[in-house]
């Protein structure tokens, strides 16, 4: 195991947290430092969609 | 910049550079075109008779009454059937009119101007609150108010304006943000000034002390009087950004309570058109949620021009009546519309944001890329005719309306080897 991963179990956890608030909720619950960001995937991951907004920053 | 960076940023200039004012009183039949006794104006995008949610068609019956065509719902309902009645959408003619929307012939009309580019815009009346013919409502009440305000009202107004002059409704819409209205559902502030500047021409006008008590308990009795008006001069300037090419902002949101329909200025008159959804909201005592209508009404002209529900956060005091937690929320409510717009307002200002602009110029890729809706303020309706209104709330603009905006764009602006 390398020395970072060693690290980061050694030391206290400090999360940021994309997504899904829940998640930053329970690293909190746990006693962990947590910062939520509220993130979604461009489009609602719709890959045709994505695409158009590509092409149109192009014109 | 590229072509629609740059075309947005006109679209923008020219939604923050119109000036509406109050130009005149005008009747439906002498402005509008092809207007006859049979033609009824709408809002929302074009919908047949069988179509119709429940509140419309009430509506579209009492409507029918009014121009004095016959005399019962069924006899009206008759006439419909049988095709003698035309609709259209207000939006077609130049027009506005909240929730059900209902223009006719003999209906009077205030008349906007847009001094910054010269176009008009035109809305009817506000008829005060509860059973009225926007929510529905069609009983004998709602059609002598209308009666009322076309025969006395609107030539005591007209007279008035004639004599006093223009009224510049955004120097009284920019006072009225200031003072905590957000001029969709929380008119108080902007009618109580429409009222200062209108009753010393009223009273010099109106020699009958009787019929002048009777026009100023009506107007100063309905605090919602102003919405119409500031429909009107949403109209006005999102007119002004029709039809430019390569522009991916939204020229139009309008629902006719079962379709919500949007338009984009670069891609001209076509509505893109998806389920309307339903407004979640406070319910008057005796109604729950099981008695609303979907969002209905041309209002949602507010939210394109960035009043309404994007200015939510400049005014705390209309928060609970829609519905929402607290002011934190309104404040976050105009933030994400901030995200979905190309810019901020340089004179409707929200003090109670630190003097920042309303969001406006909604870009469809935006909304899509960001997955925020747009969010409007609006009352709602009972889902049975001749009800009226029974609540009001917020309500979010349907996705598919911007996605399938979207592709229309692309296919329209894409070199034929970079379609998708």
Known sequence: MSKAINMLFSNKVAVVNAGIAAFADASREQGAESVHVEWKPPAAGSERLIAILNKLKKL | MGLIDNANREAFKRLDKSNPELTGIVYAKDVLPEMDKYTIGHAGPPIKWEDMCGPLKGAVLGAIRYEGLCETDVEAGVMVESGKIKFRHNHSVDCVGPMTGMITYSMPLFEVSNLAFGNKAYCSFNEGLGKVMRFGANG??????????????????????????????????????????????????ASSLFVREIAPALAAVTDNKESLVRIMEFITGNDQFFLNLAMAACKSAADAIKNIPYCTIVSAMSRNGTKFGVKV?????????????????????????????????????????????????????????????????????????????????SQLLMPSMDFQGVP?????????????????????????????????????????????????????????????
Request: negative net charge; proline residues 5%.
């Open chain 2, 360 to 420: 406006s110029g909604i870009d469809i890729r935006k909304v899509v890329e960001t997955g925020l809706l747009p969010v409007i303020n609006t009352g709602i309706a009972h889902k049975e005719a001749g009800v009226g209104q029974v609540g009001a709330g917020i309500v979010r603009a349907p996705m598919d309306c911007f996605t399938d905006a979207l592709a229309a764009f692309a296919k329209k602006v894409l070199p034929e080897e970079e379609q998708i």
């Open chain 2, 265 to 345: 200025s670069g891609l001209g008159d076509a509505w893109f058109e998806a389920d309307c959804l339903m407004p979640k909201g406070l319910y008057f005592p005796g109604f729950t949620a099981e008695d609303g209508n979907p969002d209905i009404g041309d209002s949602a002209i507010c939210e394109t021009y960035g009043i309404g529900g994007f200015a939510m956060g400049g005014a705390p005091a209309v928060v609970r009546f829609v519905g929402a937690q607290s002011a934190a929320e309104a404040v976050e409510f105009t933030n994400d519309m901030m995200e979905i717009c190309e810019g901020a307002s």
């Open chain 2, 140 to 189: 004998p009440e709602v059609i002598k108010r209308l009666k009322w305000i076309e025969e006395e009202l609107a030539p005591a107004f007209k007279k008035a304006l004639d004599r006093r002059g223009p009224v510049n409704l955004k120097v009284l819409m920019t006072k009225a943000l200031a003072m905590g209205d957000e001029m969709h559902q929380r008119n108080t502030a």
